[in-house]
């Protein structure tokens, strides 16, 4: 089975500033995609970046960019010039699954509690 | 708006009780994935339907049961509940044609007293 870790429960970051957020994952597969979701205090997940594993470029969203290391298992995202409407909960998530046939939703990462301080 | 609705958004009852809760995916999604969040337990994956048929289950309860209707819709039925059920239920849907992102609603937060 696929797992996704996220090793930083909690991160702080001044307004303005860049902070990366960490995202490990495991999987056999070869055909999968990887994502970011922030979940503010709202709690709704709204996805903030995706990566399809075939690409080599690495995904870039206006502030937010991701560092995929396939071979390392290693997703990573950068918040650059951190604003206060940032901070939220933020899990990394895994979703695959056609090769191996059941569930092909999402596998998520405990998450990572961003704070920014003004 | 994610386009994914699920209703009711707060809920609150008691143990032994029995509760549905509704979703309705996005125009056009054939996928409804179920997830429960809670405190301890992070995002746990429940029960997935693909066209109106079961297509896997994850971490779903005996007392957990789902069903999508010929409209897509599908709901959620939590029965004997325990204290333990009190936690945030997503529901989020996709076409299912690839493996690009799923579409959350705001979910349905129970609190089991």
């Known amino acids: 089975a696929q797992t996704v870790t996220q090793s930083q429960p909690e991160m702080s970051v001044q307004e303005a500033e860049t902070v990366t957020l960490s995202c490990t994952y495991d999987?056999?597969?070869?055909?999968?995609?990887l994502f970011w979701y922030k979940q503010p205090p709202s709690r709704q997940m709204i996805l903030v970046i995706r990566?399809?594993?075939?690409?080599?470029q690495n995904a870039t969203e206006n502030r937010f960019s991701v560092n995929f290391q396939k071979a390392a298992k290693s997703f990573s995202l950068k918040i650059s010039d951190s604003q206060l409407g940032d901070a939220a909960m933020y899990f990394c998530?895994?979703?695959?699954?056609?090769?191996?046939?059941?569930?092909?939703?999402?596998?998520f990462g405990k998450g990572t509690h961003l704070i920014i301080q003004p | 708006d994610s386009g994914v609705t699920q209703t009711p958004k707060h809920l609150i009852t008691a143990t032994g009780q029995r509760v549905t809760l509704r979703c309705s995916p996005r125009s056009g999604d054939l996928s409804v994935y179920w997830y429960q969040q809670s405190l301890d337990q992070g995002l746990q994956f429940l029960i997935q339907?693909?066209?109106?048929?079961?297509?896997a289950k994850g971490n779903i309860l005996e007392r957990f049961s789902a069903q999508q209707f010929p409209d897509l819709h599908s709901e959620l039925n939590l029965s004997s509940l325990e204290l333990g059920d009190s936690a945030l239920y997503f529901c989020?849907?996709?076409?299912?044609?690839?493996?690009?992102?799923?579409?959350f609603g705001e979910g349905s937060r129970l609190t089991v007293l």
């Open positions: 990566q399809e594993a075939y690409k080599q």
């Open positions: 998530a895994y979703r695959g699954g056609y090769s191996g046939g059941g569930a092909d939703g999402l596998t």
């Open positions: 339907y693909y066209n109106g048929e079961e297509r």
């Open positions: 999987t056999s597969e070869s055909d999968y995609y």
């Open positions: 989020a849907s996709t076409r299912g044609s690839s493996l690009r992102e799923l579409f």
